[in-house]
């Protein structure tokens, strides 16, 4: 584990990522846009988390698999709580514009015990465009489909193919 004690040097420009799956955040930043990049310095490419990942040990030892994991140390009950609760809350906010979300997680909760508020949800998530990709294929291949893997394996394997067809 690497320590990085202070915020603007852990944003950008450490390669701490082929050595490192921890982070500590000793310090809240207001901006969750910050955070995800001081996290960003482990959680990348060939990553040392993706290296024990991939190595599968944990899944002979029926351990749970190997996580990026990130603590936040604050002072309970002061200032610290304030502001780490106020970057949850925009964290979130975020999260939810990354994912295509309209409504965040915590705000679709608050709808639970408010009516108004659920139906304001509902037309936002009716309003809303659709992102998500759609299926492209049904269950059934279609003749042409069917067509096209038969010629495509009678290219790959001649020999097989000729009895099997």
Same mark, same amino acid.
């Given at each position: 584990?690497?320590?990085?004690?202070?915020?603007?040097? !852990?944003?950008?420009?450490?390669?701490?990522?082929?050595?490192?799956? =921890?982070?500590?955040?000793?310090?809240?930043?207001?901006?969750?846009?910050?955070?995800?990049?001081?996290?960003?310095?482990?959680?990348?490419?060939?990553?040392?988390?993706?290296?024990?990942? #991939?190595? !599968?040990?944990?899944?002979?030892?029926?351990?749970? +698999?190997?996580?990026?994991?990130?603590?936040?140390?604050?002072?309970?009950?002061?200032?610290?709580?304030?502001?780490?609760?106020? /970057?949850?809350?925009?964290?979130?906010?975020?999260?939810?514009?990354?994912?295509?979300?309209?409504?965040?997680?915590?705000?679709?909760?608050?709808?639970?015990?408010?009516?108004?508020?659920? !139906?304001?949800?509902? #037309?936002?998530? /009716?309003?809303? +465009?659709?992102?998500?990709?759609?299926? =492209?294929?049904?269950?059934?291949?279609?003749?042409?489909?069917?067509?096209?893997?038969?010629? =495509?394996?009678?290219?790959?394997? +001649?020999?097989?193919?000729?009895?099997?067809?």
């Amino acid at each position: 584990m690497v320590l990085v004690a202070q915020s603007t040097v !852990g944003r950008e420009g450490l390669n701490l990522h082929e050595e490192c799956r =921890t982070v500590v955040l000793l310090h809240a930043e207001w901006n969750p846009g910050v955070v995800e990049q001081q996290i960003g310095r482990v959680d990348r490419k060939n990553s040392r988390f993706l290296k024990d990942y #991939r190595a !599968g040990i944990w899944r002979n030892n029926e351990a749970t +698999p190997p996580r990026i994991e990130i603590h936040c140390i604050q002072m309970e009950g002061g200032y610290d709580s304030l502001h780490w609760a106020v /970057l949850k809350e925009r964290w979130a906010a975020l999260r939810a514009q990354l994912h295509g979300d309209v409504v965040a997680i915590q705000d679709r909760g608050h709808a639970r015990s408010d009516p108004a508020l659920a !139906g304001l949800i509902k #037309r936002l998530d /009716l309003a809303a +465009p659709d992102f998500h990709p759609k299926p =492209t294929m049904t269950a059934q291949p279609s003749r042409r489909a069917e067509r096209l893997l038969a010629s =495509t394996a009678k290219a790959a394997y +001649p020999k097989t193919m000729k009895s099997i067809t």
